[in-house]
Antibody, heavy 122, light 106 residues
Framework: QITLQESGPTVVKPTQTLTLTCTFSGFSLITSGVGVGWIRQPPGKALEWLALIYWDDDKRYNPSLESRLTITKDTSKNQVVLTMTNMDPVDTATYYC??????????????WGQGMLVTVSS | DIQMTQSPSSLSASVGDRVTITCRASQSISSYLNWYQQKSGKVPKLLIYSASNLQSGVPSRFSGSGSGTDFALTISSLQPEDFATYYCQQGYSLWTFGQGTKVEFK
């Protein structure tokens, strides 16, 4: 069974850096084709993809947020870490991590972690 | 960047209705299109992958169609547990979600 769990601060102040950790089980990030992504959802709004890291350490970022994001992995701990700099109240959202699954080039996010609400407030 | 536009943004329907939600990509994405269901306060759930493939465990009343730029999610007979928000997502070039379609009780 594959599970993912997000962890990190629930409140950050404006201008601070957010660090979120996704701890997963049931798969390995050294397996070819595997990836872990981060997606967020502001309250009452749509889903927004943020970043993704592949088994070979290739990384992809949302172009609109790329300058603020860094994604890394620790395969020995089965963890993926996302950092987002210069946090602003508009970054208040539920942050999810999810496994990227694929069949050939086709790919999708499943399963997802439970998500965690991060509030940006002074 | 590839933009995904869903229509309608919301709809009201009754149990037993046939419901269709459409999703349009700003450029051709072949069949790199997935659909998710999100109930209020819950985690998004994969329904359909690669435009028309039903995820394991998803009821057969859900179906997906389309390729290129135009896609559709159809619920053949709406059930009480289907009232939720539905999102399309492209995986052709990076990843982008649509703005969502909320299916409400009429």
């Amino acid at each position: 069974q594959i599970t993912l769990q997000e962890s990190g601060p629930t409140v950050v102040k404006p201008t601070q850096t957010l660090t979120l950790t996704c701890t997963f089980s049931g798969f390995s990030l050294i397996t070819s084709g595997v990836g872990v992504g981060w997606i967020r959802q502001p309250p009452g709004k749509a889903l927004e993809w943020l970043a993704l890291i592949y088994w070979d350490d290739d990384k992809r970022y949302n172009p609109s947020l790329e300058s603020r994001l860094t994604i890394t992995k620790d395969t020995s701990k089965n963890q993926v870490v996302l950092t987002m700099t210069n946090m602003d109240p508009v970054d208040t959202a539920t942050y999810y991590c999810a496994q990227r699954q694929s069949s050939g080039y086709y790919n999708w996010f499943d399963p997802w972690g439970q998500g965690m609400l991060v509030t940006v407030s002074s | 960047d590839i933009q995904m536009t869903q229509s309608p943004s919301s709809l009201s329907a009754s149990v037993g209705d046939r419901v269709t939600i459409t999703c349009r990509a700003s450029q051709s994405i072949s069949s790199y299109l997935n659909w998710y269901q999100q109930k209020s306060g819950k985690v998004p759930k994969l329904l359909i992958y690669s435009a028309s493939n039903l995820q394991s465990g998803v009821p057969s009343r859900f179906s997906g169609s389309g390729s290129g730029t135009d896609f559709a999610l159809t619920i053949s007979s709406l059930q009480p547990e289907d009232f939720a928000t539905y999102y399309c997502q492209q995986g052709y070039s990076l990843w982008t979600f649509g703005q969502g379609t909320k299916v409400e009780f009429k």
